[in-house]
């Protein structure tokens, strides 16, 4: 078995169990949702989403040093080189001890400020109370996980991701009983905490057992240059990492203060469905990085292009179709089974703006990867500075006016003007020496086929009167028939088509 197929194995691998895991989940978290808005209420919904997106902004105090740390063991894990990996392994140990204390403490420090971020009727000491759970869960979140990080980079990823679904399913299962039967978000919270312990402290004790050598060679130390190196990336990634938590957190903060809660909740409801399908999704693209990072230290760049390309193809099928399922589907869903009150619909003009961006971030998916594989992030490190000054800019002046909608035009403007464009100059102008037709040929060719797929699959749900499940069901067939027919019609005789098509045949036929 060749490299690109090894690597292509491990990547479905981990794929794979990591669909299957988040398939369990989120059955299990559609579940506790619901009964989570009909049994706590809509405003403890919007309060809860708003504090996850919080805890969110806090979690820059990690400053993008996994991603330093990841970049630089690909290299020694593809040689074999224990003591170096050894030696960067205490590093990110140290990193992460020093990481979950300043958590802890900028999160009391924020628990003053509660007034300003939440217009809730709710008892102000109960609000400081949630949200110190919420600080707890996620101080402990970035305990005893240091060593999993090699998981990853041997790619088997799949037995991380596999023990944290399972406790995360198990997790949530207590919490549907907490919710049933004592109505309490304090318990919630707390089985939430006990359920983060529970899979760092297996994550740990399954990468000790992988890699004996950590405990052998736990005196090593890395050089003062690669030191220098390390720190020098996340001088640069930190800005960035800073950035995306702030713009990820900023949304409902801003719906919160400027409409008020409710909305927040609301929406949390939507974005709990394009996240779910995004995760899934994204398992691909995520796993694919130490796949990635191996192939850049051992392969060409025509070879590496092609793999980019190749990604790029099916970013735009899958995001491009479950783009246009989501928007015939997911107020029906939301109307007839899940949540079923009227008053927790959406606008159609906002499911759009969060179906865009949902599309944009997974077709620029690939780029990133080979973006922070790269580690080009030292040649832009002000890029997300940029992105968040624009979708600050843009939503605190539509907010007034346009509601919940001026907050995510200003999300998606400032991914178009920022974002996406960057991060795909700096991926074919430094490390694909220019190779701007092909890619740009690619993007406007399917972008093209995106959009006259989602019409067609909006035409034919619109002839579809059934409701409940069979409506939802027949939407769901409508689409999946009508947009896949339309992609595989416009594309099955690329290159990008016929290379995956012919690694597919090759890795069923093995089997």
């Not at 009391?108 to 008892?123: G, N, R, W």
């Not at 999946?480 to 036929?509: D, K, P």
Request: glycine letters at 6%.
């Amino acid at each position: 078995m060749d490299n690109n197929e090894l690597r292509s194995e491990k990547l479905i691998r981990n794929t794979v169990w990591s669909i299957i895991g988040y398939l369990g989940y989120a059955v299990a978290g559609f579940v506790s949702r619901s009964l989570f808005v009909n049994y706590l209420g809509e405003e403890l919904t919007g309060i809860s989403t708003l504090f996850a997106s919080m805890m969110n902004l806090l979690s820059v105090a990690e400053m993008g040093f996994t991603g330093a740390v990841s970049i630089h063991l690909y290299q020694p894990v593809a040689d074999g080189d224990e003591r170096r990996v050894s030696a960067l392994i205490h590093l990110y140990k140290k990193a992460y001890q020093a990481i979950s204390v300043l958590v802890f403490a900028v999160g009391m420090a924020v628990l003053f400020f509660i007034p300003m971020f939440v217009k809730s009727e709710l008892d102000l000491s109960l609000l400081r109370w949630y949200f110190f759970l919420h600080i707890v869960r996620t101080t402990l979140s970035y305990c005893y996980i240091y060593k999993g990080i090699l998981l990853s980079s041997y790619q088997v990823e799949y037995k991380k991701t596999n023990i944290y679904n399972a406790v995360l399913i198990l997790t949530t299962v207590v919490q549907i009983v907490v919710i049933w039967q004592t109505a309490s978000y304090t318990l919630y919270l707390v089985t939430a905490i006990v359920g983060t312990l529970v899979t760092n402290v297996l994550t740990q004790r399954e990468a000790s057992k992988n890699y004996p050598y950590l405990d052998k060679y736990k005196e090593e130390r890395i050089s003062a240059e690669e030191k220098k190196s390390i720190f020098e990336y996340i001088k640069a990634a930190s800005v960035n990492r800073i950035s995306i938590s702030v713009k990820t957190a900023t949304d409902n903060m801003i719906t919160s203060a400027f409409v008020n809660v409710l909305v927040t909740g609301v929406v949390g409801n939507y974005v709990m469905i394009t996240g779910t399908v995004d995760k899934l999704v994204s398992f691909f693209f995520l796993n694919s990085a130490p796949a990635i990072g191996n192939m850049v230290a051992t392969t060409d760049k025509d070879s590496q292009f092609n793999t980019f390309l190749d990604l790029e193809y099916i970013a735009f099928w899958v995001y491009g179709f479950l783009s246009a399922g989501m928007l015939c589907v997911t107020t029906p869903f939301v109307r007839d089974i899940w949540i079923r009150q009227d008053n927790m619909l959406l606008a159609n003009s906002t499911l759009l703006l969060l179906i865009l961006n949902f599309y944009l971030g997974g077709t620029n998916f690939p780029a990133t990867v080979f973006f922070e594989v790269r580690g080009l992030v030292k040649r832009v490190p002000y890029m997300n500075v940029l992105n968040v000054v624009v979708n600050l800019v843009v939503s605190l002046s539509l907010v007034k006016w346009m509601g919940v909608n001026g907050v995510y035009i200003g999300t998606i403007l400032s991914l178009l003007v920022t974002t996406l464009p960057m991060t795909h100059y700096q991926v074919l102008k430094h490390h694909f020496d220019g190779k701007f037709v092909p890619y740009v040929r690619l993007y406007g060719y399917y972008l093209i086929v995106t959009i006259l797929g989602g019409a067609a699959c909006c035409c034919a749900c619109g002839c579809i009167a059934l409701t409940g499940f069979p409506g939802l069901f027949a939407k769901i067939a409508a689409c999946t028939l009508v947009y896949n027919l339309i992609f595989l019609l416009s594309s099955f005789r690329t290159r990008e088509f016929r290379s995956i098509f012919a690694l597919v045949c090759r890795i069923l036929g093995r089997k």
